[in-house]
């Protein structure tokens, strides 16, 4: 594959050098809690550590806490490749230098991105029915990350089948993985579908992560782990070799400790792929995201607030210190020269608490397209070949797919009962499309004449954009505060609780990233909200490179 490298004005490079370095026998390391790209590349190309070393320091750092300490399960499996890929890379950038700002970088996959199985990695989605399953080939974005030279460090745990097993599952479960938990409070919810990859990128488990999102899958496992989160538009990043829900609403984005990062993995994992068709029809070419990170960029925006239904405390149940963090987010946006617009209301807001278009599309897409999936293995293991194996699977095998408290698959049984792409089907997707675009994110927007829509993160803010297949860009805004009331969200997590972080998102139209990524830059350089807590003491891994590079 021909990759495009990106260049990086002095400008952006200056924005991220350098975090809390740590000092250690004359060598500067970044501390791994917070490392930004740009810092490893500095340290790898001056040799203070090599991409070996830093394999070894994600390892140690996913060892402390994963399956000991605070058991937080975020990883599902390392990569045993992964130490004779880096130093495959660390022997390329001495003869020849790096491919591109990934070059040697270590990157979790959440764990519905296939990767060859000739590799050591499994992916299965959470679910022991595609245990040592055979995929055709790497996934799409997969593909990309080789060619800029990253390194797949192993994969993350999951909301099992991307939280589209049963209804009453919790955020952060799966057969294989267990129940992951974040970093922030002792059992918290960490949100779903992409847990593992949330919680792994919060306290340094790798460098960067990748989620996919159908619904809020992205935006609110970032919201809940103090991340910058990017759901790109639907056909901007390539859904081949994913376990799929619906091609009309999945897609594949960044997770990382900074929207810099998260512009960095955008530019290179975005771009047609001739296995994803929706994928053909966009811009032309990939933009260069890091262009879009000038902290200037609110001045002079319009940003809209949609305040009808999605700011009722009524309907979203969300705590007063979530609205009075966004209130003050909204002067700071007022500060950096936006004008605000409030309310900017979407016309057809109150539809969405009650609509059920979304959930027919998905049930259908879902099993036509898990089915594809199945069939297109090369081998698998557990005989599992259709929807329908796979629900048998699951009540054959109790001990590894249904243990108590975790035995929901309704969702499954719901999307078997479907009949295909009949005219029910039509219907519904045509009018989650009104609703969504039409009627209500375009609506707004040019109504208003605004540059984007804000709204904190949590909630039903990910569902217009989800039914409509536009992008979001979600930053840290804030934290719960001490006195919360702790609430139970699953068998073994509770949410909210004490410190638990949320985030505020910006959305617009289709194929808006590079505006919504400036936006959303400017208010996260102005705030800072990622630094002003850290994660709980047990769960913050103990190990850094210095370590690993003297130990």
Known sequence: MKLTLISFSLAVVALTLPQTPLAHHGAVFPDLYEASVLELQQGLDGGSFSSVDLVKAYFARIDEVNLKGPTLRAVIETNPSALSQAASLDKERSLTGKRSLLHGIPILLKDNIATVATEGLNTTAGSFSL?????????????????????????????????????????????????????YFPSMDPCGSSSGSGVGASIGLAAVTLGTETDGSIICPSSNNNLAGIKPTVGLT?????????????TVGPMTRSLTDAAIVLSIIAGPDPNDNFTLAQPTPV????????????NGKRIGVPRRVFLDPEITGLDQSVFDAFEGALDVMRQLGATVVDPADLPSAEEFVTDGNETIVLDTDFKVELNRYYAALIENPSGVRSLADLIAFNDANPELEEPVNFTSQDILIESEATNGFDDVYFTALAFDHDLGRT???DAALQAHDLDALVLPSPAFTTTPAAVAGYPLVTVPLGFYPANVTIGSAGPLTVYPAPNVPFGISFFA??????????????YEQATQTRL?????????PKTQLSDIVHG
């Open 532 to 540: 002003a807590k850290r994660a709980f003491d047990e769960a913050i």
């Open 287 to 298: 933009p260069d995201y890091t262009q879009a990170l000038v902290k200037t960029a609110l």
């Open 509 to 522: 139209s289709a194929f808006s990233e590079f505006e919504l990524v400036g936006l959303a830059f400017a």
């Open 238 to 250: 390539s859904r081949a070799g994913v376990v799929p829900i619906s091609s009309n609403q999945d």
């Open 131 to 183: 245990l040592r399953s055979i995929v055709p080939s790497d996934a799409g974005v997969v593909k990309r990350l080789r060619a800029a030279g990253a390194i797949i460090l192993g994969k993350a745990n999951l909301s099992e089948f991307a939280h589209f097993r049963g209804g009453r599952l919790p955020s952060g479960w799966s057969g294989r993985g267990g129940q992951n938990t974040g970093a």
């Open 439 to 441: 009627r209500g994110i």
